[in-house]
């Protein structure tokens, strides 16, 4: 099993950033797989990010060139960064991963809340 704890979400002002952070605990394995989604009320939950172990990332069109996921494998953390952030961002953020020869792994959410 594979454990994920996520930390950075909160209140910001439209045009404001942040920075989630993802940690992985358990059977982690240096091959992985990994993404952000978010879920806003009423809406079905969206891919925002994926990255894998190469470094190799993808982003949803409506947040290229805002957003940016990262991976620090030493850490076994995986990060969002936010910038310029509008109140169409705001939603819960679930980290996902999945690590060779475990089972894919949800984070608990952090909420993100965007002022206008």
């Known amino acids: 099993q594979v454990q994920l704890v996520e930390s950075g979400g909160g209140l910001v002002q439209t045009g404001g950033s942040l920075r989630l952070s993802c940690t992985a605990s358990?059977?982690?394995?240096?091959?992985?797989?990994g993404g952000w989604y978010r879920q806003a009320p009423g809406k079905q939950r969206e891919l925002v990010a994926l990255?894998?172990?190469?470094?190799?990332?993808n982003l949803r069109d409506s947040v290229k060139g805002r957003f940016t996921i990262s991976s620090d494998n030493a850490k076994n953390t995986m990060y969002l960064q936010m910038n310029d952030l509008k109140p169409e961002d705001a939603a819960v953020y679930y980290c996902?991963?999945?690590?060779?020869?475990?089972?894919?792994?949800w984070g608990q959410g952090t909420q993100v809340t965007v002022s206008s």
């Open positions: 996902y991963v999945k690590y060779d020869g475990a089972p894919e792994a």
């Open positions: 358990g059977m982690i394995s240096r091959l992985f797989f």
């Open positions: 990255i894998s172990t190469s470094g190799s990332s």
